[in-house]
């Protein structure tokens, strides 16, 4: 009837003024809070932290670009990237151009500029000299299968030779019948003689080889065991920053080689 709609509907109005004078008054009241904006809060406490009168509604991502800041430990791995890429260049720096020299020397006494000769390849450096004794290994010196080897990889090996005398005079003599060798050139005697004395590599020990991969770093010393008796895989292994020869290589090479 009319008389039960109105009665509802009395009712109703003051149960919501009720409720609102509760509010008002600063008591108890339950707050509703829909799914949505509970999860945001939920997920990131951040979302709610925007001062009043900000002009973002509470509980909503902001959106004027402070969320877009990097995190720290994303900014330490940026940086840790960039300095591994300085250190990279650095080292190619060195390996080009601080050697002592700008040019290396080929057979027939012509130069070529360093950076050109060596870039972007495995170089390794030969400590020898005509008298050095010759190792040998299933028939083939160490030699022919240096040789072979820079032939066959003369875009991606560079072999160069670091006269094992002071006076450099065997340099023009030994590259004579290599063609495919680079040499350090008579005139740098302090750079070959600091790099025979940082690697040890004295008259006894020759010839020898260190072998550095395309981006620098230095493989091996034992560059020498890895052509004798990896010569197949050996320079492969060094281009992807491997030291070209395991142990039982070498050992059954040492017992039936």
């Not at 027939?108 to 010759?134: C, H, Q, T, W, Y």
């Not at 590259?175 to 790099?195: G, H, I």
Request: hydrophobic fraction near 40%; aromatic fraction near 8%; charge should be negative.
């Amino acid at each position: 009837s009319i008389e039960s709609v109105a009665t509802i509907a009395t009712t109703a109005a003051k149960t919501s003024n009720t409720c609102a004078s509760a509010t008002t008054d600063g008591s108890s009241a339950a707050t509703e809070v829909t799914p949505a904006a509970g999860m945001a809060t939920a997920m990131d406490p951040a979302l709610d932290e925007r001062p009043a009168g900000g002009g973002e509604a509470r509980g909503q991502p902001l959106l004027d670009g402070a969320m877009d800041e990097p995190e720290p430990t994303m900014l330490a791995e940026a940086a840790g990237k960039t300095e591994a890429a300085a250190a990279t260049a650095a080292a190619r720096e060195e390996l080009i151009y601080t050697f002592g020299v700008r040019e290396l020397m080929v057979a027939g006494g012509d130069r070529v500029p360093i950076e050109r000769a060596l870039a972007g390849k495995v170089v390794a450096l030969l400590f020898s000299s005509p008298d050095a004794n010759e190792p040998v290994a299933q028939g083939l010196s160490f030699t022919s299968r240096l040789r072979q080897l820079a032939k066959h990889y003369e875009h991606e090996f560079a072999v160069v030779f670091v006269s094992g005398r002071s006076d450099g005079d065997d340099i023009a003599t030994y590259l004579e019948d290599k063609p495919e060798y680079f040499a350090m050139p008579p005139d740098a005697v302090s750079t070959r003689e600091s790099l025979v004395d940082e690697f040890g590599f004295t008259p006894a020990y020759q010839p020898a080889l260190v072998v550095f991969g395309t981006d620098s770093v230095r493989l091996t010393t034992w560059g020498r065991s890895a052509i004798m008796y990896n010569p197949e895989f050996c320079v492969l292994e060094w281009k992807y920053g491997r030291s070209g020869l395991d142990y039982s290589k070498w050992l059954i090479g040492r017992i039936f080689g």
